[in-house]
């Protein structure tokens, strides 16, 4: 999708107003004014990108000169070569060419970071250092920036320099052990969630560093590691190890001594999933199914009782779902107030009227697609709320309004780096 349209950047550091922007329009969201110099590339640092620019972050892209983020030729494509995951992760972006293994590159990304308030950045650790980028040095040139660092083992430790990917990390922060069926070798997730999570807790480590310069005025590294992003996530996998000796295994669609909640078969081949392990919800449940006897059976009365029953209690539930269509099901269900649902795909979100009542799937214009739609911005602020404003952009699409509007390069010099190969 491309946009010609240009303002008036004026290059100063620490916060921006709205009429600062590169594109020329007010920004919308609690972080608008905020400039985000990205340099991330795949999934963990563009995440962490996307999700500062959907509230309202100027986000400039950095990208290589030659083939730009992998991200635009990585995950499903069109057959005409168009990417379909490239318009979400890169949205609400700019995009510039620069070349950070050539000094002039390097010189380029320095002045940027002068009038920048964060850098995102998910090379291996070092990188940026042999560079004479390191957040040392970015502290002399600007004490207020904040360095945003995504990798898959932390910046220091025994294994901060080995290359790491999501499934890595996932498989190090204990989630692949646990995700699967219990006869079977570990699984995964169908969508990257380490490189995901590591991009979450970065953006809300940076926004937390933001917070802490408005009280100290100084800047500070964010160190985001994927393992560490899946082992937050773990619960209490460790102290039931350390205490007890007891090690969490898979259990395919239920979690360990969680009864009922499982997804259960009804009359039309649906899959239903229930979720009635609270006592005050299962007492619903069993006087739903006509057996309110079972809220003080010593099987099932309480949390611990169910969890010892789970396989017995399953096959009651089920017993009882088979017997009924999905749709009644899921309305007796809710009237009853206990908490169930389909397992959704794609058509089914697109179908479904809760998503459209709160817009929960946005759509935009691709100047080759068309209407494109994507999950909207989560969460949801009432006073500021976040936005999607543009989907990704074109290689190098911004060079000249950003390297000629606010670094102040004109055509010549432009034309200069570019010969270099630097943008």
Request: glycine letters at 12%; proline letters at 6%.
């Amino acid at each position: 999708m491309t946009d010609d349209t240009h303002g008036t950047i004026h290059e100063h550091a620490g916060g921006r107003t709205d009429d600062d922007r590169t594109d020329g329009r007010s920004a919308r969201g609690p972080l608008a004014g905020l400039r985000v110099i990205e340099t991330g590339s795949l999934i963990a640092g563009p995440f962490c990108g996307q999700l500062l620019g959907d509230f309202g972050a100027e986000v400039i892209k950095v990208e290589d000169p030659g083939s730009g983020d992998p991200m635009r030729q990585w995950g499903s494509h069109l057959p005409q070569g168009l990417s379909l995951s490239w318009p979400i992760i890169a949205r609400n972006k700019r995009s510039i060419t620069c070349n950070l293994r050539r000094p002039e590159g390097q010189e380029l990304l320095r002045r940027l970071l002068a009038s920048a308030d964060v850098l995102v950045e998910n090379f291996r650790p070092g990188t940026l250092e042999r560079w004479g980028l390191g957040p040392a040095e970015l502290a002399e040139l600007n004490p207020r920036l904040v360095v945003t660092r995504i990798t898959g083992y932390g910046q220091d430790g025994p294994y901060a320099k080995r290359a790491g990917f999501g499934s890595v990390g996932e498989a190090m922060g204990g989630l692949r052990y646990l995700t699967g069926e219990p006869d079977r070798a570990p699984s995964r997730t169908g969508i990257s969630l380490g490189d995901s999570l590591a991009g979450t807790f970065a953006a809300l480590g940076t926004v937390m560093a933001l917070f802490a310069r408005e009280h100290t005025g100084r800047g500070q590294v964010v160190d985001s590691a994927i393992y560490e992003a899946v082992l937050a996530l773990m619960e209490s996998v460790l102290p039931e190890w350390e205490l007890t000796k007891s090690r969490r295994e898979r259990t395919g669609s239920t979690l360990p001594g969680v009864a009922p909640s499982n997804v259960y078969p009804t009359l039309d081949g649906s899959a239903v999933l229930i979720a009635a392990n609270r006592d005050t919800v299962f007492n619903r449940l069993a006087e739903l199914m006509g057996h309110p006897e079972w809220q003080t059976d010593e099987r099932y009365g309480t949390h611990a009782a169910r969890g010892r029953n789970m396989a017995e209690l399953d096959e009651l539930v089920a017993a009882w779902t088979r017997e009924q269509d999905a749709e009644a099901l899921l309305d007796r269900l809710h009237e009853g107030g206990v908490p169930a649902g389909l397992i959704y795909t794609a058509e089914d979100m697109f179908t479904d009227p809760h998503f459209e009542a709160r817009e929960a799937i946005v759509r935009l214009m691709h100047d080759k697609l068309g209407s494109f739609p994507m999950q909207n911005v989560a969460p949801r602020l009432s006073r500021t709320p976040g936005a999607v404003r543009e989907l990704g952009p074109e290689l190098g699409q911004h060079n000249d309004v950003v390297y000629g509007e606010l670094l102040g390069l004109d055509a010549r010099e432009r034309a200069r780096l570019a010969a270099l190969g630097a943008i």
